[in-house]
């Protein structure tokens, strides 16, 4: 009785993991997957020589970028709290979402974009960069 009961239990569990349905991304329905966005990800790893100032003054002008660039769409940040020390010294993560890898296009190049690399260039000792679009 205990053998099928723990079965029964592991095909439920395996069963909640399959995919649901062929009309789905993830929990996206595919008439949706249009609307889906690009995440443009953003983790920083700074220089011991870099002052808290100088920190706080890269965010801040990392922070002002949605606010000069209309095509982006979201953005979010956080400093890093892992407790599995994985992070290699990155510090600092940044999501900025897209529409439309146009819109990542024309804010790659973007004078304020070109600002903010100037402002956290000096600071800077390593960067990781992933874009994906989301689902």
Same mark, same amino acid.
């Given at each position: 009785?205990? =053998?099928?009961?723990?079965?029964?239990?592991?095909?439920i569990?395996?069963?909640?993991c399959?995919?649901?349905t062929?009309?789905?991304?993830?929990?996206?329905?595919?008439?949706?997957k249009?609307?889906?966005?690009?995440? @443009?990800v953003?983790?920083f790893?700074? #220089?011991?020589?870099?002052?808290?100032?100088?920190?706080q #003054?890269?965010?801040?002008?990392?922070? =002002?970028?949605?606010?000069k660039?209309?095509?982006?769409k979201?953005? *979010?940040?956080?400093? =890093? =709290?892992?407790?599995?020390?994985?992070?290699?010294?990155?510090? @600092?993560?940044?999501f900025?979402?897209?529409?439309?890898? *146009?819109?990542?296009?024309?804010y790659?190049?973007?004078?304020?974009?070109?600002?903010?690399?100037n402002?956290l260039?000096? @600071?800077?000792?390593?960067?990781?960069?992933l874009?994906?679009?989301?689902?």
């Open positions: 009785m205990k =053998n099928n009961i723990l079965l029964l239990l592991t095909f569990l395996i069963s909640s399959m995919s649901k062929d009309n789905t991304i993830g929990d996206m329905p595919t008439e949706d249009n609307a889906a966005q690009l995440r @443009h953003v983790l790893k700074f #220089k011991d020589t870099s002052t808290a100032t100088d920190i #003054k890269v965010e801040t002008s990392f922070i =002002n970028l949605s606010s660039i209309k095509e982006i979201d953005f *979010e940040w956080g400093l =890093n =709290n892992s407790p599995e020390d994985l992070n290699k010294g990155f510090t @600092h993560c940044f900025v979402t897209f529409d439309s890898e *146009e819109d990542r296009s024309i790659l190049p973007h004078p304020a974009h070109m600002d903010f690399v402002t260039s000096p @600071h800077l000792d390593d960067v990781l960069v874009d994906y679009w989301a689902k």
